[in-house]
Nanobody, 122 residues
Framework: QVQLVESGGGLVQAGGSLRLSCAAS????????MGWFRQASGKEREFVAA??????TYTDSVKGRFTISRDNAKNTVYLQMNSLKPEDTAVYYC?????????????????WGQGTQVTVSS
């Protein structure tokens, strides 16, 4: 019912910034809780950030550096990433789900983007 397409990944030096975008079609992003996850090589996909109603949630490792936001008029969700570290290197995915009973679990999201690679060099 909703399709998600990510963009904005790339190669950046440690301390730099990137802004990821997730463009939705088929349904409004305002109808869903929207989340960002990442998967590093050899690791499980992990929660990064989510927005449900007006509330935002972040994993501890990105608090103060990353910001999730929506532009409902553009039907797009963003992840602004500042002060990037090599440990942030991963494929980043956006996802849409009901936001119940919580927002951090992979299995609670029904729709996923294709992922975009973020590589942070030292």
């Amino acid at each position: 019912q909703v399709q998600l397409v990510e963009s904005g990944g790339g190669l950046v030096q440690a301390g730099g910034s990137l802004r990821l975008s997730c463009a939705a079609s088929g349904r409004s992003v305002s109808s869903y809780t929207m989340g960002w996850f990442r998967q590093a090589s050899g690791k499980e996909r992990e929660f990064v950030a989510a927005t449900r109603w007006t509330r935002t949630t972040y994993t501890d490792s990105v608090k103060g550096r990353f910001t999730i936001s929506r532009d409902n008029a553009k039907n797009t969700v963003y992840l602004q990433m500042n002060s990037l570290k090599p440990e942030d290197t991963a494929v980043y995915y956006c996802a849409a789900g009901p936001g119940w009973p919580e927002v951090t679990g992979r299995a609670l999201y029904d729709y996923w983007g294709q992922g975009t690679q973020v590589t942070v060099s030292s």
